[in-house]
């Protein structure tokens, strides 16, 4: 591993100001920096160690509804935080189906949005990389791409974003709060992570120097309590990322969807919010007629990037299913394993 400096500041100004020199990454929880590190994929000349930050770690409820989570909120705090999952279950079953328990406890809020692409050419040193390398080239293009991008990408990338967390929160309007060199601001979660383009090495909207400080759910969220999953299909039954997800949030009243919030995973550079798949449902009652309908209008845009044209009818399936199960009713408890589509009978034990 190449020699690197650590420093480790004492406030968010602090952790500003020596993030922004060139050659500085930020170190949270470290569970995929690290591994990055130890790979050569990434080679910072300084590691800006913010974990210690006061004031980050904090869920806080507003009294418009909304609520905060600082940027240093454990993932499984916040999957197991009862108001929480209570409020936003598609989140903590999202949260919950991502890595092991293990890493869900080092790792961060702002570190889940802020992960690499998992594609192995990314990974590999030796191989040409558009994203890690600009201009080098793109081995996944020809080479082993069955997971990759079937919406959005461009002949420059194909890579997907692994997270499970951003799926729903996309979907629920999450907003991202950032501060830099020229202060404070905020970013919608759906624009924080950039579709590849012509410059795949730009993969979020955040400005050198810039720190992400919190997240926060809008007070609508909660309002899809009752019908809301997260459905992930992997290759093993935990400890994976996606093939391909679906977060499905919904409002019915009288038998009739009044709102739907839909996101797909695994199938771009972001979390792919499906706006036109939505209002379809808007006003329409919940059949699978009208979910299938749905599905289509979802994957409209997806094409194959390589030996991956599966993942197009596959989400399609996950999304119907997705739907299906938040509109029979949110389990009482979590599903035993989250997200995963083998649990999707609803009265599953929790397991903590
Ligand atoms: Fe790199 Fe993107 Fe190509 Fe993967 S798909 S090798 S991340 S440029």
């Known amino acids: ?46 590691l800006v160690d913010i974990s210690r930050l006061p004031g980050l770690d904090r869920i806080e409820w507003r009294n418009d509804g909304s609520v905060r989570i600082g940027a240093l909120v454990r993932n499984s705090d916040l999957a197991y935080d009862d108001r929480f999952a209570k409020h936003f279950p598609a989140v903590a079953e999202a949260l ?18 802020m992960q690499k692409t998992r594609c192995a050419y990314f990974q590999d040193k030796g191989s040409a990389c558009n994203r890690r390398e600009p201009g080098s080239g793109c081995d996944a293009l020809h ?10 990408w461009s002949d420059q990338c194909i890579a997907t974003h692994p997270s499970d967390f951003c799926v729903p929160l996309a979907a629920l309007d999450a907003v991202v709060e950032v501060e830099g060199p020229e202060g404070q601001r905020t970013i919608p979660l759906e624009m924080l992570h950039l579709l590849p383009g012509n410059a795949p090495e730009q993969q979020t909207a955040l400005q050198p120097g810039e720190l992400i400080v919190a997240v926060t759910l809008p007070a609508e969220a909660s309002s899809f ?48 919010r499906a706006k036109e798949a939505e209002a379809a449902l808007q006003g329409v009652a919940p059949s699978p007629e009208a979910f299938v309908r749905a599905a289509e209008l979802a994957l409209a845009e997806a094409k194959p990037s390589g030996d ?20 029979e009713g949110t389990p009482a408890e979590m599903p035993a394993l989250p997200g995963s589509v083998l649990s999707a009978h609803t009265g599953a034990n929790h397991v903590a």
């Open 1 to 46: 591993m190449k020699p690197f400096d650590y420093v480790k500041p004492a406030s968010v100004a602090e952790a500003i100001r020596m993030a922004g020199e060139p050659g500085s990454a930020i170190l949270a929880g470290g569970t995929n920096m690290l591994d990055l590190m130890k790979v050569g994929a990434t080679q910072p000349d300084r």
């Open 96 to 113: 919950l189906s991502g890595a092991s328990a293990q890493l869900r406890n080092v790792a961060t809020v702002g570190g889940n949005l």
């Open 143 to 152: 080479g082993e791409n069955r997971l990759h991008a079937v919406i959005g």
């Open 225 to 272: 309590s009752s019908h809301a999953r997260y459905l992930k299909l992997r290759e093993r039954t935990s400890y994976a990322f996606a093939v391909v997800s679906a977060a499905s949030l919904l409002t019915i009243e009288s038998g009739v969807i009044t709102e739907a919030r839909i996101a797909l995973g695994a199938v771009a550079a972001k979390p792919w």
């Open 308 to 327: 991956n044209a599966f993942k197009i009818e596959l989400a399609r399936r996950i999304l119907v299913r997705a739907l299906t199960l938040a509109s």
